[in-house]
């Protein structure tokens, strides 16, 4: 055991340190703006011509009524030595260029499309040994947020508590309190798993303008989060998996609680909120168990930059995938009235792909930090 497990260590290793990885991102132009400024309506139409000509070109578009906006403006102009420009429209910033006014497509225009066309354009590369070279770009944030998401799901916390609840309404024999009860618990898992990955990319969005601070946390966050993922596949090629915080107090307080509320077949109303109350604190005490995944995950959002609404939309795929497993194992319940879980030994090996996906993107985000490259 300890051979094969030493060797899978060593081509992990061997894999993070061989690699190769080029960080020039696809060009970026950042765009300061007030909705009632003719200049930016002008600069507007042309940046919306421009993302027709070169639809790879990244547009991120901000308005100054924005708090947060004003915030992130006034850091870029301080590293950019250009203060003076903080209180005046529009800005644009382009690499370490930053553009103040705009005219038209033949004057400042044409000066935007230059710096364009200058920014680096090399695909982000990662040389790796037998495999070459594999474009990391090939791989945008959605396809991230569903391996992430789906392999964040074989969480034995939270299908443990799932299987108790369905197991307590299996004995009801009715498919309507199946579906509900069971529902309450998805919707309320769902909801408050998203509000902390929310969170986390809000706690990482305060930094997000010190580039190498955000860069060096998602990097020891997922090196670190990479080993522990890595000691506990060990741990479970031994033990099997468990779930290490299932057996607290507050757990047990409130598993008591809704196993009670069924004996005495209390109303609906107090079993959805015994559910609902167990559901969340399943939630938020077993986050611990499986947080690199989530957390290294909204890092890297906020390493883009994003609008709320895609940044909003990536959580919630994180989540559905999330909590894929757990829907399966509800809609069999409501279907064929019994219990059907995942088979132990793939748990296991999702816990090894885990920790070397953080290992990777751990590595990815130092050697950007220390610029290694």
């Given at each position: 055991m300890?051979t ?9 290793v061997?894999?993070?340190l ?5 960080a020039?991102?696809l060009?970026e132009?950042r765009?300061?703006?007030?909705e ?6 002008a600069?507007h139409?042309f940046l919306?011509?421009?993302q ?8 991120s578009?901000?308005?100054i ?5 004003r915030?992130?403006?006034e850091?870029?102009l301080?590293?950019?030595?250009k ?11 382009i ?14 225009g044409?000066?935007?499309r ?7 354009k090399?695909?982000e590369k990662?040389?790796?040994?037998i ?7 090939n791989?945008?944030l959605p ?6 998401g789906?392999?964040d799901g074989f969480?034995v916390c939270s299908?443990?508590?799932l299987?108790?609840i369905?197991g307590?309404?299996l004995v009801?024999?009715?498919r309507k309190k199946i ?23 809000r ?7 010190y580039?190498?601070?955000?860069e060096?946390?998602i990097?020891l ?15 479970c090629?031994?033990?099997g998996p468990s ?8 757990v047990g307080?409130?598993?008591r ?5 069924f004996?005495?077949k ?5 079993l959805?909120?015994a559910?609902?109350s ?7 005490v077993e986050f611990p ?8 995950f909204?890092?890297v959002l906020?390493?883009?930059n ?14 559905l995938l ?9 809609v069999i319940?409501v279907?064929?009235?019994s ?5 132990p ?7 090894l792909i885990?920790?070397?996906l ?11 930090a220390?610029?290694?490259?």
């Amino acid at each position: 055991m300890k051979t094969i497990t030493g060797v899978l260590f060593g081509a992990l290793v061997y894999f993070l340190l061989a690699g190769t990885l080029r960080a020039q991102a696809l060009p970026e132009i950042r765009f300061f703006y007030s909705e009632t400024c003719p200049h930016c309506i002008a600069e507007h139409k042309f940046l919306d011509i421009l993302q027709e000509e070169s639809p790879t070109i990244i547009i991120s578009r901000y308005p100054i009524s924005d708090p947060e906006n004003r915030i992130l403006l006034e850091n870029i102009l301080r590293e950019a030595d250009k203060s003076e420009y903080l209180g005046s429209v529009p800005i644009t910033v382009i690499g370490n260029n930053v553009i103040l006014g705009f005219d038209n497509s033949e004057g400042i225009g044409s000066q935007i499309r230059n710096l364009v066309n200058a920014e680096p354009k090399q695909s982000e590369k990662v040389v790796i040994p037998i495999i070459g070279n594999t474009d990391l770009t090939n791989y945008p944030l959605p396809l991230l947020a569903i391996m992430l998401g789906f392999l964040d799901g074989f969480n034995v916390c939270s299908l443990g508590a799932l299987a108790l609840i369905l197991g307590l309404v299996l004995v009801l024999q009715d498919r309507k309190k199946i579906l509900l009860y069971g529902g309450v618990f998805i919707l309320t898992t769902a909801i408050i798993y998203g509000a902390l990955i929310f969170l986390w990319h809000r706690v990482f969005m305060l930094v997000a303008s010190y580039t190498m601070f955000l860069e060096l946390a998602i990097g020891l966050l997922g090196v670190i989060g990479g080993y522990t993922f890595f000691k506990e596949y060990q741990a479970c090629r031994k033990l099997g998996p468990s779930c290490k915080f299932g057996n607290t107090p507050l757990v047990g307080k409130f598993s008591r609680i809704v196993q009670n509320s069924f004996q005495k077949k209390a109303s609906w109303i107090s079993l959805a909120s015994a559910i609902f109350s167990f559901a969340a604190v399943i939630t938020i005490v077993e986050f611990p168990c499986s947080a690199a995944l989530p957390v290294v995950f909204a890092g890297v959002l906020a390493d883009h930059n994003l609008q709320p609404a895609f940044y909003l939309g990536l959580i919630a795929l994180f989540v559905l995938l999330y909590m894929l497993d757990e829907l399966i194992v509800y809609v069999i319940a409501v279907t064929r009235m019994s219990i059907w879980l995942s088979n132990p030994k793939f748990m296991i090996y999702t816990v090894l792909i885990e920790g070397i996906l953080l290992f990777a993107i751990g590595t990815y985000y130092l050697i950007n930090a220390f610029n290694l490259v």
